[in-house]
């Protein structure tokens, strides 16, 4: 009986001896009242006089509400459904501060975003997430502090408007769609007629230029072939003049020049009375040298 009794003290003794593990913590009551939290770590209660009440997670919770029907300022009927992200920061409030606190953070989320969305239009509605969101962070947090909770984020995760608003929004957005769509077309074009536009004149330019050139090259091709042969030909009769021909050279060369000049462009001869003399001959080729530099 003896050895009973201690093994029962023992059993007691040990399941008295409490392990909080890490990110949690123990709400203790003492005949009914609240006595203490307990954190993380190794504690003792006393048998039969101390009981846990609740054990509380502090980690954060994430909840997805389900969707709520709400009404926008210009009477159009929708279904948003929200995310809320909370954490618990004092487990005594948590524990007696509201019962079914999940309830009560689900009833309070859909009654803010009534509030809020009552107050938008459907454009502002579907276009200002991030003012909901804040909005109603804020208010949340306020609402459940005396829970001992704190609402870190609220996220709306989707908007789902009637069919009949669905339609007409798929058809503005196809629209607009086209619309750009025609817009990029035409800039395209438009682009395409100016390059096309720029590289014809840009050719037209280098053309004129090509042919300016090969003009400018010619005639002076021209003018130089001009100079060389009036240079020889100068100098032919300089040569004559400093070899002092006889007269039957000279008269041969004079039929020469008359042949080609009979074969040029002269259209008038000066032909001396007495072809053997030597200066009326000089005096005839002079003549005719001076006719075709004129010409």
């Not at 006889?246 to 259209?267: C, H, I, M, P, W």
Request: glycine share 4%; charged share 30%.
């Amino acid at each position: 009986m003896g050895y009973a009794l201690i093994i029962l003290v023992i059993i007691i003794i040990i399941t008295c001896i409490k392990i909080v593990p890490q990110s949690r913590a123990f709400v203790i009551e003492r005949l009914g009242s609240y006595k203490e939290t307990w954190d993380t770590g190794l504690h003792f209660k006393i048998p039969f006089i101390d009981k846990i009440s609740s054990k509380v997670i502090l980690k954060e919770k994430v909840r997805d509400f389900e969707p709520q029907s709400v009404i926008t300022k210009d009477n159009v009927t929708m279904k948003i459904d929200t995310v809320v992200y909370f954490q618990i920061t004092d487990p005594k409030l948590f524990t007696y501060g509201v019962e079914y606190p999940i309830s009560a953070i689900e009833n309070l989320t859909a009654t803010t975003l009534r509030n809020i969305i009552g107050d938008l239009e459907l454009d502002e509605t579907l276009t200002s997430r991030d003012t909901i969101n804040a909005k109603m962070c804020i208010i949340l947090d306020e609402a459940t502090d005396p829970w001992g909770i704190k609402v870190n984020r609220v996220e709306v995760k989707n908007i789902i408007p009637p069919k009949d608003i669905q339609d007409a929004m798929e058809k503005q957005m196809r629209a607009e769609r086209e619309r750009r769509e025609s817009i990029l077309r035409a800039e395209g074009d438009k682009k395409a007629a100016i390059l096309r536009a720029e590289g014809e004149k840009e050719s037209a330019i280098l053309v004129a230029e090509a042919r300016k050139e090969a003009q400018i090259k010619e005639a002076q091709g021209e003018a130089e072939a001009i100079t060389t042969v009036k240079k020889a030909e100068a100098e032919g009769i300089k040569y004559l003049k400093d070899a002092k021909a006889d007269n039957a050279v000279l008269t041969l060369k004079s039929y020469e020049t008359f042949a080609r000049v009979a074969d040029g462009q002269s259209t008038k001869i000066i032909v001396p009375s007495n072809i053997q003399d030597m200066a009326s001959l000089l005096t005839s080729a002079s003549e005719i040298m001076k006719k075709k530099e004129e010409k």
